[in-house]
Each structure stands twice: as structure tokens, then as C-alpha cells.
């Protein structure tokens, strides 16, 4: 798979493409995945690298989201189960079954919780993935140690499933590729081409080369999540916003803090939220919050306000209770939330976790979802698509599809004491997997800024040195990769 073929498809003025999809994260790369596999020509770009925007930052959880019987919404929480099933079917390397406690601290709770999460297996049905059961307090003990001890009356425990969220977009990138598409990495649509009043293409920008691409499209697909709304000015400079961001972040502590490979789940915060700590590549993940009013940026940054909040909420339940100078790493991401209707003539609302607009000038924007809905977003999508752009009608085939999950697994010198990879694994990222800069490889192909900043800085001057000599660049170029990474993960 290499970024100069994929790039060099895009000059064939002559081709008409089918789809073109704006935006490389979960919605954009499913619905690549979804119209290359019916046969459709099919192109994908993304500004930046894949899953750089939320889809890298989530909690890394497939999930029915218990929190949603709460509201009642079965129908989502069914959707999500069977969509998780599909994951685990079809990502094995890289969607993981993993078990949980909901610890209870009041004696009626467990069987609240309890009932609950037996009613969360039940509507999972065949693909359910294990019986929810009670256990006692030395019991959840012995899967959590550093659970706080005092006044627990034991936990419900439970399955759900877990994964890599950059990783899983990688693996989309590669399916996507081998059923046919174009997906392309660094390159940015700054406008939209019509013909009349209807969309027939658009222009695009290759950030690395500074090439400029017009390509023409029977249909293009905004799947830019909290971009949306810039796309959908693009087409119409009046368009109403449809999504309402909501920043959620995380912070990355030492396993020890955790104490086991179950996650923790905690229903309810101060603010009503659930919360969770879960284990990830032998770290611990806790999160997250849910702050509104943000501006849309790529890489938004943690506020002190939602640290200290993630900090006290863990201090509650864990006996040795982390500290802010404990923090290995800290990110934070965008929901792109669907505003509530308004002004929404044009929406056509498929389920409660998604949304698809159609603009009169034909723009289709899918807006909201989760990771863990993709495919049936990008089923949807492409109904839509295909009805919109009169293609021949195509099943979807992807409940079925192995996804390309394998990750290259290299030797070499290892890149620090505290990160798990190799200098292979990172000349790996640049040979087969379109990594382009140094957080490319930093951030999605390994995931060491996520688990550990002040050893990824450690570790980034020899990685930066190796991909100038990959990539045919010179000292500035590194010494620029250098100050960006250190902007996003300062330590
Ligand atoms: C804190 C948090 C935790 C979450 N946890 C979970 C979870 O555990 N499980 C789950 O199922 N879901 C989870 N979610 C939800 C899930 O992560 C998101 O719904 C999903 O990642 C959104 O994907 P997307 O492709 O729509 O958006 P994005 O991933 O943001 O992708 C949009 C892309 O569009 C690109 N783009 C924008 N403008 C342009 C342009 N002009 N040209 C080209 N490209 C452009 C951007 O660069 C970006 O990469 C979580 C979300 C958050 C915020």
C-alpha cells in the first residue's frame, strides 16, 4: 500500500468516481470499506492522517452502552450488541472480548446493576459474550486489588469488548484498499464543484506535495464528524449547524492503579455521567468527560478542569489513589454530536445513533454514531449514496467481511524502556501503512503517545531521524516534526 500509487489514481481526470468520501476517521473509512466492497469506484480523503480527529481518541470500547437502557433506548443498545458482534467476528486481532465490575457500594445495588446488565445480555442474543454475574466483595478484590475495600458489597460483573481504535481504522484503510478504493492520507477538500445546482466534485489539496486534484463524483459523502458543518458550508455558505461537538478526554495512568486486566465501570458521577477504567496496552485508561461549547479543532486540548475531575472521581474508588504528577499521557476528543432538531427539514433520522442529511445540492453528511455503529452507519450511508446517485443497486456485504486486522510485527532495538515497540515496528508504519509524520507513526500506527509522553519524546528524535531517511527529507523537516509532536504531547 503506497501513498504515491494511491495519490497518482487521482490525476486520471477522465475517471468519474462513484463515491467520494471527505473525512479518514470511523464514519469515512467505513463507508470506503462498505461502497468499494459493492463495486462502486470509491475514493477517500482525509486532511490529515486516518482516525486523526476523534476516532483515534475514544474510550476504545465496543459496546451496547449500558448507560443507554438508563434513557431507555433499547433499540440502540441493540443495535450497538449486534454491530459488537459483528467486530468480534470480523476484527479478532483487534476487537478483544473484556470483562467488567460495576462495584457496589450501597447494599441495593447489585442488584439494580444486576438486573440491568442481565437485561444488557439478553438483547446481545446469540451474540452475547458471557453470563453477567454477581460477585462478592473478596471476589472483585481478587479481579481489581486497588479497588477501594471499604463499604464495598461486592460488584456485577460483565462482558463487553475493547479495542484499538487507530489500529482498527488502519485495518479499514488496508480493506478498503484491497476491495478497490482510493484512500488517501494528507489531503484536504477545500471546495465543492457544481454543475447547475447539483455537486458533481470537488478540489482538493495534497498537504504533504501541495499537488491540487479535481475530481468529479456522482455523489460525495461529508464524513468529517465535528467538521461537518465546514463541509456543509462549503456547499451552501448559509447551511444551519447540525452538530453540537462535545469534548471528551482521557488520562493514561500506570496499571498498578487498576490492579488486574478488568475494566471498572462506574455509573454514575457527579454530573450523571459513567464513567471508566479500563486496562489498554498494560496502562490504565480513565475516562471521560463531557464538555460542550468547544471550538473544532484537530487536536483539541485536555482542560485542567476535566483532569481534576477525572483525578478526584478515581481517588473515590481506588484504594491508592493516583496523583496529577502520576499522568503518563492525557488526549482528548470531539463527539460530533447531532444537534436536536431545529431547523432540520432535510434530516432523514435512521436510528437514535446516527443522522443523515441530504442538502439540495445533493451534499449527504453523516453526522453523530459511535465506533462501535460504523458499519451500519456506513450501510445506511451507502443506500442513501447509491439511491441518490442512481448506482446499480449493491448489497451491502460487510456483516461478513474480515477486516485486514493484522498489525506488521517487526524486530529491533526496542524505542524505550516504557513503550512496547520497536524501531521496525516504526520503519513498518512508513514502508506499508502510509504513515507520512512523525505523530503518524507516534500516535496511530504505535500508539506511544497515548501511553507514555515523556518516553515518546525520549524515543522521537531516532524515530524522526529514520523517516527523514524513508521519506527523503532534511533536518528542518525533523526539526519540524519535533516541535509539533512536543505541542501534542508536552509531558
Ligand atoms: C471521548 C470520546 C470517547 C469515545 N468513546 C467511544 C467508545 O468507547 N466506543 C465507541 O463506539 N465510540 C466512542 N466514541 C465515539 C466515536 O469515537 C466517534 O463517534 C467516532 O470516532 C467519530 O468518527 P468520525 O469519522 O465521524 O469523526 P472523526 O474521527 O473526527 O473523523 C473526521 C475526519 O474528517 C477529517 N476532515 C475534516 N475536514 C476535512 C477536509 N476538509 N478534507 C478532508 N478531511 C477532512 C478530519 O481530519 C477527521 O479525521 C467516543 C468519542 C469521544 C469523543
Not at 119 to 136: F, K, N, P, R, V
Not at 148 to 155: A, I, V
Not at 416 to 431: I, K, N, S
Amino acid at each position: 500500500m503506497h501513498r504515491s500509487d494511491l495519490l497518482s489514481r487521482l490525476d486520471d481526470t477522465s475517471e468519474r468516481w462513484d463515491v467520494v468520501i471527505v473525512g479518514g476517521g470511523a464514519t469515512g473509512l467505513g463507508i470506503a470499506v462498505d461502497a468499494a466492497s459493492r463495486g462502486y469506484r470509491t475514493v477517500l480523503l482525509e486532511q490529515a492522517d486516518f482516525a486523526e480527529g476523534t476516532s483515534s481518541k475514544s474510550t476504545k470500547l465496543i459496546h451496547g452502552g449500558v448507560r443507554y437502557l438508563r434513557s431507555g433506548e433499547v433499540s440502540l443498545v441493540r443495535e450497538s450488541l449486534r454491530e459488537r458482534g459483528h467486530l468480534l467476528r470480523n476484527a479478532p486481532n483487534l476487537v478483544k472480548p473484556l470483562s467488567f465490575v460495576v462495584p457496589a457500594y450501597r447494599w441495593y445495588e447489585p442488584f439494580f446493576y444486576g438486573s440491568g446488565l442481565t437485561l444488557y445480555d439478553l438483547l446481545a442474543g446469540d451474540l452475547g459474550i458471557g453470563a453477567t454475574e454477581h460477585l462478592s466483595s473478596p471476589e472483585t478484590l481478587s479481579r481489581i486489588s486497588n479497588l477501594r475495600k471499604e463499604g464495598l458489597y461486592g460488584s456485577t460483573f460483565y462482558w463487553d469488548g475493547q479495542f484499538d481504535d487507530a489500529r482498527l481504522a488502519m485495518a479499514m484503510v488496508k480493506t478498503a484498499v484491497s476491495e478497490g478504493a482510493c484512500v488517501l492520507n494528507h489531503v484536504k477538500v477545500e471546495r465543492l464543484e457544481k454543475t447547475g445546482d447539483r455537486i458533481t466534485g470537488l478540489i482538493a489539496r495534497d498537504q504533504i506535495g501541495g499537488g491540487e486534484y479535481a475530481l468529479s463524483a456522482k455523489i460525495v459523502i461529508n464524513a468529517t464528524g465535528a467538521f461537518s458543518d465546514s463541509i456543509r458550508r462549503l456547499d451552501d455558505s448559509g447551511a444551519a449547524p447540525v452538530i453540537a461537538p462535545s469534548q471528551g478526554i482521557h488520562i493514561v495512568l500506570d496499571q498498578k492503579f487498576l490492579g488486574g486486566q478488568t475494566g471498572v465501570m462506574i455509573p454514575k458521577t457527579d454530573d450523571g455521567r459513567v464513567l471508566f477504567a479500563i486496562p489498554w496496552h498494560n496502562r490504565m485508561l480513565l475516562g471521560t468527560t463531557d464538555t460542550g461549547g468547544v471550538p473544532v479543532e484537530l487536536n483539541p486540548k485536555p482542560l485542567e478542569a476535566e483532569i481534576d475531575y477525572l483525578i478526584d472521581h478515581a481517588g473515590r474508588y481506588l484504594s491508592d489513589r493516583p496523583r496529577h504528577e502520576d499522568i503518563k499521557a492525557t488526549f482528548a476528543g470531539l463527539r460530533p454530536l447531532v444537534k436536536p432538531s431545529g431547523d432540520m427539514g432535510e434530516t432523514s433520522r435512521l436510528s437514535r445513533s446516527h443522522s443523515i442529511f441530504v442538502s439540495k445540492s445533493g451534499l449527504l453528511t453523516v453526522g453523530g454514531g459511535k465506533w462501535t455503529t460504523y458499519r451500519q452507519m456506513a450501510e445506511d450511508a451507502v443506500d442513501r449514496a447509491a439511491e441518490l446517485a442512481d448506482l446499480k443497486p449493491e448489497p451491502c456485504l460487510t456483516h461478513e467481511l474480515r477486516l485486514d486486522d493484522e498489525c506488521p510485527k517487526s524486530k529491533g532495538a526496542a524505542l524505550g524502556e516504557d513503550l512496547p515497540y520497536t524501531m521496525g515496528d516504526a520503519v513498518a508504519a512508513v514502508r506499508e501503512e502510509m504513515a507520512m509524520t512523525l505523530t503518524d507513526v507516534l500516535s496511530r500506527r504505535l500508539r506511544a503517545t497515548f501511553l507514555d509522553e515523556a518516553a515518546t519524546l525520549k524515543a522521537a528524535p531516532g524515530v524522526a531521524k529514520m523517516m527523514a531517511g524513508e521519506l527523503g527529507r532534511d533536518d528542518q523537516w525533523i526539526r519540524e516534526q519535533l516541535a509539533v509532536l512536543k505541542e501534542m504531547a508536552p509531558s
